[in-house]
């Protein structure tokens, strides 16, 4: 029963790609201009990516107990 669920799965999953691959083969207009259209927009968001590098950013709360007395400690202490 295992192994007829496992081939017949596997058929499934073979068929699906299969399908999938042929239509980009005889349709490459209809695969490229989305590919090169996701790009783009995926490009054209990352200039508003911007990366914190900052541990104190990335773990701690802006409005923690831990950043108000770390920012006090600075302030006083350098």
């Known amino acids: ?11 499934i999953i073979f068929f699906c ?4 691959g042929r239509f980009c ?5 209809y695969t490229i201009i989305p590919v090169i259209t996701i790009v ?17 950013d990335l773990w701690v709360a802006s409005n923690s107990r831990a950043r108000q ?3 006090y400690f600075d302030e006083k202490f350098g």
């Open 1 to 11: 029963m295992v192994s007829r669920f496992f081939f017949s799965s596997k058929y």
């Open 17 to 20: 790609f299969f399908s999938i």
């Open 25 to 29: 083969v005889f349709n490459p207009k």
């Open 40 to 56: 783009f927009v995926l490009c054209y968001g990352s200039r508003y990516y911007t990366v914190t590098t900052d541990p104190v």
């Open 69 to 71: 007395e770390k920012a």
